[in-house]
């Protein structure tokens, strides 16, 4: 595997119920973010990871919660979503979160449907 | 303040023609204006960027325009192919914020 993989791909899902989307990095870089893509709108930073640790978050709703084991996983947990959180789900990574300007890496996403 | 305005949010150009898209930012912060290219099914890819200390820089067949006092910057396809036709974003960041913030995205069909 290369770059920012993601599980998994789609991703159907009620209201009730708790499901987890990952991502892995294999780019040996220190930061992760998740972002949210929704149709005509911007991508919405969601969190930050530097070194795991956490350094961002984004006003997400709690029904959203992010771990970051190690530099090269990242989880978002997700539980009690509403049919609005339907969207493409991105991960990305970059070599640091501070210091200047980064590129960074996406994945493929997930698709999410809540019902 | 934060925004970065995109438009159009959909462009049609014809194979050999010029696709050009158009970004808008109120943050004088800023300093660093990355295009990330979006095909389907896939991740944004970066494409290229430009720090303000320049008014131009090109790559290839993409070119990127900066005018720092209007605030704008854009993005030209010379000779546009249909496989460029993909979902295009502005970007913009400064080091102090350390984070990107996205324009709305336009999705480019080019037409053989």
């Known amino acids: 595997e290369t770059g920012v993989t993601q599980t998994p791909r789609h991703l159907v899902m009620g209201m009730t119920n708790k499901k987890s989307l990952k991502c892995e990095q294999h780019?040996?870089?220190?930061?992760m973010y998740w972002y949210k893509q929704s149709a005509k709108k911007p991508l919405e930073l969601m969190f930050v990871?530097?070194?795991?640790?956490?350094?961002e978050n984004n006003s997400v709703p709690s029904r959203f919660s992010p771990e970051c084991p190690n530099s090269s996983h990242l989880f978002l947990h997700l539980h009690t979503l509403q049919p609005e959180d339907s969207a493409l789900y991105l991960c990305?990574?970059?070599?640091?979160?501070?210091?200047?300007?980064?590129?960074?890496?996406f994945g493929p996403g997930t698709r999410l449907t809540v019902l | 303040q934060q925004q970065v305005k995109q438009s159009p949010q959909s462009l049609i150009v014809q194979k050999g023609g010029i696709s050009i898209i158009n970004c808008a930012y109120e943050n004088t912060a800023f300093d660093y204006f990355p295009w990330y290219q979006q095909f389907p099914g896939k991740g944004p890819a970066l494409l290229i960027a430009?720090?303000?200390?320049?008014s131009e820089k090109k790559e290839g067949r993409f070119t990127i325009s900066f005018n720092k006092s209007a605030k704008q910057f854009s993005l030209h396809i010379m000779d546009s192919q249909p496989g460029d036709s993909a979902t295009y974003f502005c970007a913009a960041n400064s080091q102090g914020a350390q984070k990107l913030v996205f324009g709305q995205g336009t999705r480019l069909t080019i037409n053989p």
């Open positions: 780019l040996g870089h220190n930061a």
């Open positions: 430009i720090r303000p200390d320049v």
């Open positions: 990871y530097s070194l795991e640790e956490r350094v």
């Open positions: 990305a990574s970059s070599q640091d979160f501070a210091g200047g300007y980064n590129e960074q890496f």
